[in-house]
């Protein structure tokens, strides 16, 4: 019985038949099988076509706009980091230390447009989104459209970074409800507190300032608004001649 040849035995025999055949046209169908080893006879210069026609189907299939959206899309989703919501808290509790932000401010976690809010137990959350948390609560009735209110104010954003102040501007503001010249959510924030209190408000985006150079707002991001009520006053028309104003007391 004749044993067989091994592996590397039926490799190199493969080799040797194309090697010592240069001149010698073999037909693609002429093949030699030992051991599982299928040797496709033919010349050098068959060899080197056959290659060059494999990589000219790969390169056809890599163009191909089926196999290059898979291929991007498989890149972007290993691309993508996970949602670290540790690191990002731990992040923006640093940068609010640097700004030099309130006790208590709130936190904010942000992964791109999505933005989680960490606060107390002691803040409230309306439907609007809107979240808000009494300082103190004052005494007497809450202002109402037509009605002119007297406060003070400091305004935050997300890294605790102070942006305005009436405090330091060294006169509380002065602005007549209803009339649509507050912030929607500064306007729904103050519009039931009562005079002497003080709360903190977390305005959302939906609800929060214009955005634009001559505003202090660069960016659609949460705000926060610490508030003082001073007072409360009724408004009355006035008309003397031809000149008519508003007086409040």
Known sequence: MEPMPSS???LSSCNRMVVLAPSRRVSASAKRKEKGVVCILGDEKNVEEGKIRRRAAFSLLLAS???SVAFSAYA???SMNPYDERRLLQQNKKIQEANRAPEDFPNFIREGFEVKVVTSDNYITRDSGLMYEDIKVGTGNSPKDGQQIIFHYVGYNEAG??????YIQGSPAKIRLGNGTLVPGFEEG?????????RR???PPELGPPVGPST???AKQFEVFDVELLAVQDCQRRTIAFYSDVVCS
């Open 65 to 67: 706009p089926v196999l």
């Open 201 to 203: 408000i977390i305005i």
């Open 216 to 218: 202090f707002f660069s």
């Open 190 to 198: 103050i519009r039931d507190m009562k005079p002497g209190g003080k």
């Open 161 to 166: 970074r102070r942006i305005d102040s009436t």
């Open 76 to 78: 972007k989703s290993k």
């Open 8 to 10: 590397r035995s039926v």
